[in-house]
Structures are given as C-alpha cells and as structure tokens.
C-alpha cells in the first residue's frame, strides 16, 4: 500500500485525533495532498487539501475552524490534526495524492487513494 493512513480511533466528542498518511513510495513530494472521508450510508465528501509545497491549504466548511492540515515533504507524510470533534465526524478518512500541485477539492482531482482510517466520536 502506497499511501498509508494512520491514527484513527475511538474519542469522545470534544476530543482530539491527529491522523497521518504516509506515502511509502515517495511520489506526492510534487503533488498536493487530500483528507476526504465517508460515513456509513454517505458519500465520500471532501475534508482537506494541501498543495505541494504546504503553501495553500482548503478545508471544507463542516471542519474549518477545528481541522488542520499539514505536511512533512522530508518525512513524506502528511497530517490532518483534528481538535473539538463531533459525532458527525465520525467517518472512515482516506488520504490521497493529487493529480497537480494546487490544492483541489474534487476527487476527480486525485489519482491515488490510501486504505482508510476509522474515526469514530461517541457523545
């Protein structure tokens, strides 16, 4: 598996998760990165994006405000800090890398998706 994503769980609402997605092959340091995520019986919907160079960031509305997104080209990974959770948040969150280096919102605009990580907020 190519991009890896890790740090889910169960928390409480209010609570914090910092999910990471690493890229074992080493081919999104040119490419911006994405978080979307997908609850049972829903669609997979956007979260964040990063553009390559961590330069420019997107958040969809539901988690401005609480989610952030970060990168370490170095380490080839990229994060996705979540802070004062919800129940609604709970989703399986997949990574994924772009097909350009600008942040983009759809995912049509990605090319390779990683395996997913369960958060799951009680209240």
């Known amino acids: 598996v190519q991009l890896q994503a890790s740090g889910g769980g169960l928390v409480q609402a209010g609570g914090s998760l910092r999910l990471s997605c690493a890229d074992s092959g080493r081919t999104s340091s040119n490419n911006a990165m994405g978080w979307f995520r997908q609850a049972p019986g829903k669609e997979r919907e956007f979260v964040a994006s990063?553009?390559?160079?961590?330069?420019?960031?997107a958040l969809s509305d539901p988690v401005k405000g609480r989610f952030t997104i970060s990168r370490d080209r170095v380490k080839n990974t990229v994060y996705l800090q979540m802070n004062s959770l919800k129940p609604d948040d709970t989703a399986t969150y997949y990574c994924a890398r772009g097909r350009s280096s600008g942040v983009t919102t759809g995912s049509n605009g990605y090319n390779l998706w990683g395996q997913g990580t369960l958060v799951t907020v009680s209240s």
């Open positions: 990063i553009s390559w160079n961590g330069g420019s960031t």
